[in-house]
């Protein structure tokens, strides 16, 4: 894909922003042939097209999208350690949707207000974010005020979820954002969006030392090398394969 | 859209004719995914494309059905890029677009309200009491059905016209379509969605 971009593109962002977009989206992939119902498996496959086109888009500003992909070593992906979380149960899936629709979602309204390199996708993914983040919100809602076993497995997933969301909000080299003003706005979405499906905001810290360091860093957790075997595992077996 | 030349007005006119490769009744400048067609020299063309959704798949078939059009046209260089900004909407597909879309059986998107999804009601699944001191969306103002539609223009049913109709999923067949049943006919469908 060749995509327009201007010539100097701070690398570190693009990867950063790229990475996540290229990880939640084979985590939700992973859903193919899995979702509850026959809806939500065309609407989890449909938000994991939007992000690898994003993630194609990003990468492409760092180098070759598909080296990048599928060539680099764990410690190399900057990803947040969010998006890398397994899939768990359904309202696992929609927590962590939750949690970073709602981030990418403020962040890239507010790329797309600047006029930084990372503008003309911004303004064009948020649009389809917006999307992503409604159905989150609609199924934490529903989810959280349903039956009192969905209402459980909606906070357990939230809870579980908690302490990887502190990372989010790390300055990124090459982003010009109001880091602190963006987390204040996400806190405030959230913790609107669990009061309306009866869910307590969860307790405890939002990032600390388990997490030896963080994504953003190429530090990743324990599921992440396994992921990263799966999606890599045929260009690497197959160099070049095309079909 | 700025276009130059006689030469350059003929090649994109050509390319408009193009279909969409996922929904062959739209063309490409029906579509609005066109922006512009630049010459260089005698044979050589330069046509920047716009992708719908920025992961839509569509737009690698639509490269190259522009190019093989473009060459039997006597181009000998076709070069198609994707350009981002200014970003593609809804808004774009042309008036006979949305209509050849409703004879098709597909809800053409609205025209622009604000951008982004209209948020819809799960339905009325509610088993689970709701503690009774509870501040549900209720209170909060929204209003007696929980989460509801907000009333803007309907969604018609592109078979029988009724502005009665309900929101199956967000998502359809593709990213940019949602699923939709008319509760006059009964008839399910595809809406473009508003992006």
Redesign the interface.
């Known amino acids: ?4 971009g201007p010539a100097t593109v701070p690398v570190t962002a693009a990867l950063a922003l790229g990475d996540d977009a290229l990880v939640l989206s084979h985590r939700l992939g992973e859903w193919a042939g899995h979702a509850p119902v026959l ?2 498996e ?2 989890l496959a ?2 994991a ?6 993630a ?2 990003l990468l492409s500003l760092a180098g070759d999208e598909d080296e990048l992909a599928y060539l680099r070593e764990e410690r190399a992906f900057r990803n947040l350690q969010l998006v890398e979380q397994p899939n768990g149960d359904f309202a696992h899936t929609i927590a962590r949707q939750l949690y970073f629709s709602t981030y990418q979602h403020l962040l890239y309204a507010d790329l797309a207000a600047g006029d930084g390199p990372f ?3 911004a ?3 948020v ?2 974010v ?2 992503h ?3 989150a ?3 934490t ?2 989810l959280g ?4 076993t ?2 459980e497995r909606m906070a357990r997933a939230c809870a579980a979820l908690w302490r990887y969301t502190g990372e989010m909000f790390q300055p990124v080299e090459g982003l010009a954002a109001d880091w602190a003003r963006l987390e204040e706005r996400w806190l405030e979405s959230v913790t609107d969006v669990l ?2 499906a ?1 869910l307590a905001l969860p307790e405890g810290p939002r990032t600390g030392a388990w997490s030896a360091g963080a994504g953003r860093q190429g530090l990743h957790t324990e599921p992440f090398g396994r992921m990263l075997a799966e999606m890599q595992h045929l260009h690497r077996s197959h160099p070049g394969a095309t079909w | 859209m700025v276009t130059g030349t006689a030469l350059e007005a003929e090649l994109l006119e050509l390319a408009g004719t193009v279909p969409d490769p996922e929904l062959p009744v739209l063309t490409l400048r029906e579509l609005g995914v066109l922006r512009a067609v630049r010459v260089h020299g005698t044979d050589a063309v330069e046509v920047d494309l716009t992708p719908t959704y920025t992961g839509c798949p569509a737009i690698e078939a639509m490269s190259v059905d522009i190019e093989r059009v473009l060459r039997a046209h006597g181009m000998r260089e076709v070069t198609v890029r994707t350009v981002l900004s200014p970003a593609w909407s809804t808004d774009d597909i042309t008036p006979e677009g949305r209509e050849k879309l409703r004879e098709f059986g597909i809800a053409p998107p609205r025209t622009r309200r604000a951008a982004g999804p209209v948020p819809l009601p799960l339905g009325p699944t509610r088993t689970r009491p709701t503690a009774p001191n509870a501040t549900t969306a209720t209170d909060a103002g929204t209003s007696a059905a929980p989460y509801p539609e907000p009333r803007t223009e309907p969604v018609r049913c592109p078979h029988c016209g009724s502005a009665d109709t309900e929101l199956l999923s967000r998502f359809s067949s593709t990213a940019c379509k949602a699923l939709r049943r008319c509760l006059g006919c009964r008839e399910p469908f595809d809406h473009f969605k508003e992006l």
Do not use: F
């Not at chain 1, 894909?1 to 327009?4: I, K």
């Not at chain 1, 097209?49 to 994003?54: A, C, M, P």
């Open positions: 894909m060749t995509a327009t809806e939500e065309v609407a449909n938000i097209l939007d992000l690898l086109g994003q194609r888009v503008a003309p996708l303004a064009k993914a649009k389809e917006a999307y983040r409604d159905h919100e609609q199924w809602l529903r005020d349903g039956t009192e969905s209402h009061t309306r009866t």
